[in-house]
């Protein structure tokens, strides 16, 4: 009987569903069975039976500032940081602890070495260099959904004007070119510079050529006459052709690869002060105040004549899109004219706000529709320019004869040449048109301004004799590329002149 027994007390116990009869007593169990002990008890004299009773009850809030009670976060680990220790750590906290009260050993300075390799052998770092309470573990991730303040102030994104570099601009030109026998004339355009990287110059009655990658200096044309003068130099968009106004009322054609010249166009009853090319149509302004148009790809070159200017036409360029020629005059006058094939040749808008010669135009080139004009001494305001309303977007008076100007896209600027009283080449912000650097070191008036393929640097040529090179925009490195493709695509684009 006492077998079976047994047997049954084992089956009992390994039964799940039995209750535990020899476990310790649940907490809840405890804390009922010590109030009613309590309750019971209440004819103690050093006890109070309310005090009891708040005392076996845990605080569900804690009280904060201003009355205002807090909830204890309902998830582990919400918003705290609990670090965890092992005994080891413990065990070597105390051992430094007491270390501290231990004299110092003669023979310690000897046994360094080894002592410290034997606390790296045994320990696995240097017990000297120990923390004595170091935490250990990694905090819970934040519940979804909880906010931290000072997220905002220390997690912030860097602004774009925080990490903008500093950009250096250098008050003295890259290079200086002579320019002897320049002629000191503000109505002529005596400079250009090409897409194949050559700067055309005239001065008298020469035209030079400067090669700027290899610095190879080229004459390109001598007029017969010595009283004549070449009066404008223009390149081509593709930068193989070079137009040449002169003094004796004719435009010519020049193949720059081959030092020939391929045509010699009349027409002209003045001299031929300013040139623009919109593809195969190249357009020319004369002393007369007419502008004439040019097919070069056939034998009769001229198309039609714009005429608008009672004096005589010294700027003139194409906008980007080739939609609008600008033509500016010595009657203050700024006209714009659409590219027509019709009959009908009259100007879209006449804009007379200038009060002296207009010669400095340039177009936008990341706004075509845009023309900035520089007037004259008797002016001196830059006019900015809605080509398509006719509007003055804005203006500014620089307190300088305007001779030039050059949109400079790399930063979206505009570079204004000044002669009378300034002498200087000054670079704006666009569109607000602040000043952001000037360039001095000419010794007279500046007569034209020319950029450079890359964007990167403008070229200045004054009545000094002198050309400036001011390398005063970094390199693209998206309009290098470009560059180099139109370069080596340029030969499929050659148009046929006869």
Request: proline share 5%; hydrophobic share 35%; net charge negative.
């Amino acid at each position: 009987m006492a077998q079976f027994g047994f047997e049954n007390d084992i089956h009992n116990v390994l039964r799940l569903d039995m209750p535990i009869t020899n476990a310790p007593m649940a907490r809840w169990q405890r804390k009922a069975s010590t109030s009613n002990s309590t309750n019971t008890n209440s004819l103690s004299p050093n006890k109070s039976v309310n005090r009891s009773i708040s005392l076996s009850k845990t605080p569900s809030k804690t009280p904060g500032k201003n009355g205002k009670t807090q909830n204890t976060p309902s998830k582990a680990g919400g918003d705290r940081f609990i670090p965890t220790r092992n005994n080891k750590q413990m065990d070597v906290a105390s051992f430094l602890i007491s270390k501290e009260n231990e004299p110092v050993e003669e023979t310690a300075a000897s046994s360094a070495p080894n002592q410290k390799a034997w606390s790296v052998t045994l320990n696995g770092y240097d017990i000297d260099e120990a923390k004595i309470l170091h935490l250990g573990g990694k905090p819970l991730n934040a519940p979804e959904g909880y906010q931290n303040n000072l997220k905002v102030l220390y997690s912030q994104v860097p602004t774009p004007v925080s990490i903008k570099k500093t950009r250096y601009i250098s008050s003295l030109p890259e290079r200086i070119l002579d320019a002897p026998d320049i002629r000191n004339d503000f109505y002529l355009n005596l400079m250009d510079w090409g897409r194949q990287n050559l700067l055309a110059v005239g001065l008298a009655n020469h035209v030079y050529l400067w090669d700027a990658a290899a610095g190879d200096i080229i004459l390109l044309k001598r007029m017969e006459d010595e009283n004549d003068h070449i009066c404008s130099v223009s390149w081509s968009k593709d930068g193989n052709f070079l137009a040449v106004g002169t003094s004796d009322c004719k435009v010519e054609l020049w193949d720059v690869q081959y030092q020939k010249r391929l045509r010699s166009m009349d027409g002209h009853t003045g001299r031929v002060g300013c040139l623009s090319w919109n593809d195969h149509v190249l357009s020319s302004g004369s002393r007369s105040g007419l502008i004439h148009q040019h097919d070069v790809r056939v034998a009769e070159h001229h198309i039609f004549t714009f005429g608008g200017h009672t004096q005589e036409v010294c700027g003139l360029t194409w906008s980007p899109d080739g939609k609008y020629l600008a033509s500016g005059g010595n009657d203050n006058m700024v006209y714009i004219w659409p590219m027509t094939t019709g009959s009908d040749y009259q100007a879209i808008h006449a804009l007379s706000e200038h009060q002296g010669a207009v010669k400095a135009l340039a177009w936008c080139p990341w706004q075509p529709s845009i023309l900035a004009s520089g007037g004259g001494t008797s002016d001196r305001h830059i006019r900015i320019w809605n080509a398509n309303s006719g509007s003055c977007i804005s203006s500014l008076d620089t307190c300088s004869q305007i001779s030039s100007l050059v949109f400079a896209p790399n930063y979206k600027e505009l570079v204004s040449g000044h002669g009378f009283a300034h002498d200087k080449v000054i670079i704006w912000k666009y569109p607000s048109l602040t000043k952001v650097a000037e360039l001095e070191g000419h010794e007279d008036r500046v007569l034209n301004l020319a950029l450079s393929p890359d964007a990167s640097t403008v070229a200045s040529i004054a009545a000094d004799e002198t050309v400036r090179l001011w390398e005063s925009f970094e390199k693209d490195p998206v309009m290098v590329v470009k560059w180099n493709l139109n370069e080596s695509l340029s030969s499929f684009s050659k148009f046929d002149i006869h």
